[in-house]
């Protein structure tokens, strides 16, 4: 049976094993989680009146010459609504397909996902890259951040603290089965640096309704997997 997965796990389990930090920070990160929602403040600069958070996305599409077309810009601009309306509620599947015991705690998020429309040198921006990399597909398990580096094929970050990276790449694998995409939690070690961000597959985390970069997208705010 074919199966699409998300690779949280084995993105996490990489950077155990190449950053002896890691598990340390991701545990400070649960803590300092906890701390704050005993005293009922998930939020530290939480108020009342504070303006719905809008986070700059830049997606990088780096892929062969011959796949380019297939990932088109009004596809990326979908995939960014999607992802505002996962994290503002606003998910019209959401009545039919969520779990009744869920339901109670399901929120609004506040926040929102635009493509940048601002480089990071000031120019007008679409917020989309396009990288016609040589490398046939990139492997999640042994090379999963060469698409973030131009000596990988790829495409080097945008700023990390001003930008959410998205890189869609060819995963290795088949097209019905493989990963679909990964994120790191926001640790020390990997917020502003250049692993920072989002992999998707072309294939398996993108296109066709697919809801693959909100999933990930909560990764890379914090969340883990329930």
């Not at 049976?1 to 998300?6: G, Y």
Request: net charge neutral; proline share 4%; aromatic share 10%.
């Amino acid at each position: 049976i074919a199966q699409i997965r998300c690779g949280f796990g084995e993105a996490n389990t990489y950077m155990r094993q190449h950053d002896a930090n890691y598990e340390r920070a991701m545990q400070e990160r649960v803590q300092q989680f906890e701390q704050l929602r005993m005293q009922g403040v998930l939020d530290q600069h939480q108020n009342a009146s504070r303006a719905v958070r809008t986070i700059p996305v830049v997606v990088h599409v780096v892929l062969p010459s011959n796949l380019q077309s297939t990932v088109t810009d009004a596809q990326i601009q979908q995939m960014v609504n999607y992802m505002t309306e996962d994290f503002r509620l606003l998910n019209p599947s959401y009545a039919s397909q969520t779990r009744t015991y869920f339901k109670q705690f399901a929120k609004d998020a506040e926040i929102e996902f635009c493509l940048a429309k601002r480089d990071p040198n000031g120019a007008a921006t679409t917020g989309i890259t396009r990288t016609n990399t040589t490398v046939s597909c990139y492997n999640p398990d042994t090379n999963p951040n060469d698409m973030k580096t131009t000596n990988g094929g790829g495409k080097a970050p945008w700023q990390q603290t001003k930008y959410l990276n998205i890189w869609i790449v060819d995963l290795c694998g088949s097209s019905t089965s493989g990963t679909a995409g990964y994120a790191y939690l926001p640790t020390t070690g990997v917020v502003g640096n250049y692993i920072d961000g989002i992999v998707l597959d072309y294939q398996l985390g993108f296109g066709s309704g697919s809801r693959a970069a909100s999933h990930e997208a909560g990764h890379y705010l914090g969340l883990g997997h329930t």
